[in-house]
């Protein structure tokens, strides 16, 4: 039997579930991009809130691009199973905020009809990096196709800032007052890097249309915290056995959460600081810390635990020599720290190597490989300028950068097939194509992915990190 809202008195005993009345809730959220990780961390969050009665607050989600999650959740009328793993321990829930879906490529006039509706108060996304389509200056990238179609047809958005500039047109047109944007990207100041995007694409359509989106809508930053590892075949058989029912598309988390907002809500927001969010006035020294700390050393695991033939993220950091190289990179960053905000780095750094050493997430490294053009900007290059503007040793964190270089390499070199992709793979295939000695490949490669652009730093990290890519155990030699 399937799990729905219909079953679930059906549950197993045990399983955490929505104690609310799911036809009474109103979804005053909608949230684009509705992968693992929102569903294992915002979703619960506000299904508390739904279950303290904040009714206001349910999840509309919309997606840009796939169907396949409103495929696997339409007939579970959007429930879902949440599987929090620790070692042996497992703890399970069903999740029912997410109320409803809509695909943008479908029905994109539904989509942007529900974001001009009044009740819609904030609109979160999670659209990874890449989605952005920043330059490496955070200015938008005006010239990638999707923007051009967007710009030429409002009314059919590929793009978050196609369909953002329109449902806030369209807002202000019938003077609704606007949905406060809340980023939720592992970018460094999401909300003024998404601000920057979209007020640039606002501003090809309409110069007024941008100063009104740059005036009165708020783009509050927030750092979120929880590993979520894409969910496996095994999962969904575990879960819906958990469950007592089936579940198509159930997700996995570790027990850890952390999500800091900054406070600015004009048109309203849940009382989430009830349910285990921080409410800050800054969130940048939360967010410099674990984009650096945590997401800076997922980036090295991950590179250098491919090279090495792990295929988790507990594997690869339970081998001694990447161990090492990861406590060296945690030595170079927490120097680079802001000492704002009380924070801890050394309890945080204890806290990490805990949930690095998950045996039961089985977090590949393939996963946290993908998009590393994208990541290593804020996780591993902005500290190794900071260290050598300093007059300090990089050693590690260039390392990273050669690991990072040296696995997209190796992929596909003997035949195997390319385990993790890249926005830049054609540049970078192109590159690697030329034969040229591992040592000499950081200069072209910075050039491609536009990395340390305008720093006069910029030659003597690429030299560190060709010093850094010669005679490493790790890294193939054969390219
Ligand atoms: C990871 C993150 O895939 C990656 O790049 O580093 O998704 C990481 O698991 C989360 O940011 C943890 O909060």
Redesign the pocket.
């Given at each position: 039997m399937r799990l729905s809202e219909k079953t679930l008195h059906r549950l197993r005993p045990d399983v955490q579930r929505p104690t609310y009345d799911r036809g009474t809730v109103l979804a005053g959220i909608l949230h684009i991009g509705v992968g693992a990780?929102h569903r294992a961390?915002q979703a619960p969050v506000i299904d508390d809130c739904l279950a303290a009665g904040q009714k206001d607050w349910a999840i509309l989600g919309a997606s840009l691009r796939s169907t396949a999650t409103r495929d696997a959740l339409s007939p579970q009328d959007f429930c879902y199973g949440l599987s929090v793993r620790d070692g042996d321990s497992q703890s399970l829930r069903v999740v029912g905020s997410l109320l409803d879906m809509i695909s943008a490529p479908e029905n994109p006039s539904a989509l942007l009809d529900a974001m001009v509706d009044p009740r819609i108060r904030i609109v979160m996304l999670t659209v990874t990096e890449k989605a952005y389509l920043r330059r490496p200056d955070g200015s938008l990238d005006a010239d990638h196709g999707d923007v051009v179609h967007d710009l030429a047809n409002p009314d059919m958005p590929r793009t978050v800032h196609g369909l953002l500039t329109e449902a806030l047109a369209r807002r202000f047109e019938a003077g609704t007052q606007p949905f406060t944007l809340l980023s939720c990207d592992?970018l460094p100041a999401n909300g003024k890097a998404l601000r920057q995007v979209i007020v640039d694409f606002a501003g090809r359509r309409s110069p007024v249309l941008a100063d009104q989106i740059a005036r009165h809508v708020a783009f509050p930053s927030c750092m979120?915290?929880?590993?979520?590892?894409a969910t496996a075949d095994g999962d969904r058989e575990r879960i819906s056995a958990g469950l007592g029912l089936d579940d198509a598309w159930p997700v996995v988390a570790e027990p850890f959460f952390?999500w800091v907002v900054e406070d600015d809500f004009p048109a309203g927001r849940p009382r989430w600081e009830r349910f285990g969010v921080t409410m800050v006035e800054d969130v940048t020294p939360y967010e410099t810390m674990?984009l650096r700390m945590?997401?800076g050393a997922?980036?090295a695991i991950?590179y250098l635990g491919l090279l090495a033939g792990h295929a988790t993220v507990d594997a690869a950091f339970a081998d001694p020599a990447i161990r090492a190289i990861v406590e060296a990179l945690w030595d170079e960053t927490s120097a680079t720290l802001p000492g704002e905000a009380g924070l801890d780095p050394l309890d945080y750094r204890r806290r990490l190597a805990a949930r690095f050493a998950n045996t039961a997430l089985a977090?590949q490294t393939r996963?946290?490989a993908?998009?590393g053009s994208q990541?290593l900007p804020q996780?591993i290059i902005a500290p190794a300028l900071e260290r050598l503007e300093a007059g300090r040793s990089i050693e590690t964190l260039a390392l990273v950068v050669a690991a990072w270089i040296a696995a997209c390499a190796a992929r596909g070199g003997d035949g195997t097939a390319r385990r993790f992709t890249d926005p830049l793979d054609a540049r970078l295939d192109a590159i690697f194509a030329g034969g040229r000695p591992t040592a000499d490949l950081a200069g072209p490669v910075f050039e491609a992915a536009g990395f340390a652009s305008g720093s006069r730093l910029r030659d003597r990290l690429i030299a560190e990190v060709g010093k850094a890519s010669a005679g490493r155990p790790y890294f193939p030699r054969s390219r």
């Open positions: 990780f961390h592992n979120v915290d929880r590993i979520v590892p952390q674990k945590l997401n997922h980036s991950a977090h996963q946290i993908t998009d990541k996780r």
